[in-house]
């Protein structure tokens, strides 16, 4: 799949509320760790993990489906298995009426899911990430790939 650098920064800057389905609780997992770097983007994250319902994340309730997100939310990203995609999007095209954008992260794919979004005009995005588009696109990358956050002297 290929996505220009412009329609991605589009969505991007265009997104202002992200429902996360998959979210964890785990600081080490993808999911954590995108969804907080989000929020110190500016963007609303809205974490969405029945297990975990009710908790408090980086601020947030913890929702059980999307069902339960406020109606605004104008992308959904799944972290979840490809498998479970299908359902995923049926919920977010009956529930989210300002829903502009399906995001599914890196490994998670659904071609027959992709086509029911992108029918009702969505944008769908497949196997990528948007902390990692992100970081590329608005210059946060540096040339080892990532950002250490650590301050050196050193050149």
Avoid at 49 to 54: D, K, L, Q, S, V
Avoid at 86 to 93: F, R, Y
Avoid at 119 to 133: S, Y
Wanted: proline fraction near 5%.
């Amino acid at each position: 799949m290929f996505y220009s650098d412009a329609f991605l920064k589009d969505v991007l800057e265009r997104t202002r509320k992200v429902a996360m389905v998959g979210v964890s609780l785990n600081p080490v997992r993808a999911s954590y760790f995108v969804a907080r770097y989000l929020g110190l983007r500016g963007y609303t994250v809205i974490p969405v993990n029945p297990r975990h319902a009710g908790e408090m994340l980086f601020g947030q309730e913890i929702r059980a489906s999307l069902a339960d997100v406020p109606k605004d939310v104008d992308m959904v990203d799944i972290f979840r298995h490809s498998e479970a995609v299908p359902e995923i999007v049926e919920e977010a095209l009956s529930e989210l009426p300002a829903l502009q954008t399906v995001w599914m992260q890196i490994g998670v794919k659904h071609e027959e899911a992709a086509s029911m979004a992108e029918d009702r005009g969505i944008t769908v995005i497949q196997n990528r990430c948007p902390k990692i588009e992100y970081q590329r696109l608005f210059g946060e990358l540096r040339r080892g790939g990532f950002v250490t956050g650590v301050i050196s002297s050193k050149l």
